[in-house]
């Protein structure tokens, strides 16, 4: 275990010890139900789950009533598309994404489509970023629903969210934004940045796997979202089912360590992002996937050319390491994303993604650079046509 170097948060993050010390009570006495009134389990888990849910809301500068607990940030994404989309069909069928969504927007989109909605899907520049002014061309009459991911899962790229959000507003068409990747890293605010309805998952922040919420705003403009999930009254209607207490307290505690936290965290790690990116273009002349401006602090995707990604990974074991969105995908499926952004075939299978996080260390960065510089070196050496 000590010799693995843990890579890979983009695809999941390591719970922080913290907050799995605040769900531990959770899990052992406190298992009641949050709408028994009569008695103290009742009490102690109504209790576990509303804190939980100011905390989430304080992270985004909303209020708890705001927040939907989901499974998930798959789930989360799934309500807000297809939950608008139904809420506002008698207004319009048309929504307008971008192709660097991650799946479940995507596929939501998709389902929407073959059931007879219009979908624009809007394509990145470059460095994978939208032009907010795109966003204002595609906007029609009966567009219902924006959905613009805050930050991408596989580059990095940090989307123009605010600007979008001022021509949503303008327009009197709704944003949702998948924050999932970008909540543990960069400040969020839904009123300033003009985002109705926000995606969140704990497990890319810190927090446990198979929690997460949707923000959906309550007033100026409220958002109209039907639900997806039917059964009792629970999460004011929006979402049946008994939520996962003990997650949701965990996912509190994970809000509250990155509103707290983020600034030095993104410091400390961006700096160790640096450090790994800067060593490895001397090293090897890679190239970096993504905008290097406008992107998250604890990322970094590079191509190393006449090397394939898959084979990088083979070769690395010890290093939990990521290509193309295999990570969020059941199947391994080749990154969309890249070609998106228009990069060739052969340089998309080159290219590997590393995301540091909280409990990153300087020492595994050096070892990462040391041991990819090698592969690589070593790789190309085999190459009968360099
Ligand atoms: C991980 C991720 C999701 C899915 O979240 P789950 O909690 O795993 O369902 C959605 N969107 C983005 C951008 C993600 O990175």
Known sequence: MKDRIYLDNQST??????VRAAMEPFLRDRYGHPASRSHPYGWDAERGLESARAQVADLIGAEPR???????????DNLAVKGVAEALEPKGRHVITTGVE???VLDACAWLQRRGWEITCLAPDAGGRIDASAVEAAIRDDTVLI???YANHEVGTVQPVAEIGEIAASRGVLLHSDATQAAAWLPLHVRDEG???LSLSANKMFGPKGVGALYIRRRKPRARVAPQIHGGGHERGFRAGLPDIAGAVGFGLAAELCRTESKSDTERV???RDVLEGALLDETGATVMGSREHRLPNCTNLAFEGVEGEALLVALPEIALATGSACTSATAQPSYVLPAMGVDKS???SSVRFSLGRFTQPEEIDRTVVRVKDVVAR????DPRR
């Open 347 to 349: 340089t998309a299978a």
């Open 379 to 382: 790789t190309r050496a085999l």
């Open 270 to 272: 961006g700096a160790l």
């Open 195 to 197: 985002v109705h309805l």
């Open 66 to 76: 705001e927040i939907v607990f989901t499974s998930g940030g798959t789930e989360a």
């Open 13 to 18: 993050t390591a719970v922080d010890p913290r």
């Open 147 to 149: 959905s613009v991911q």
């Open 102 to 104: 991650n799946r479940p």
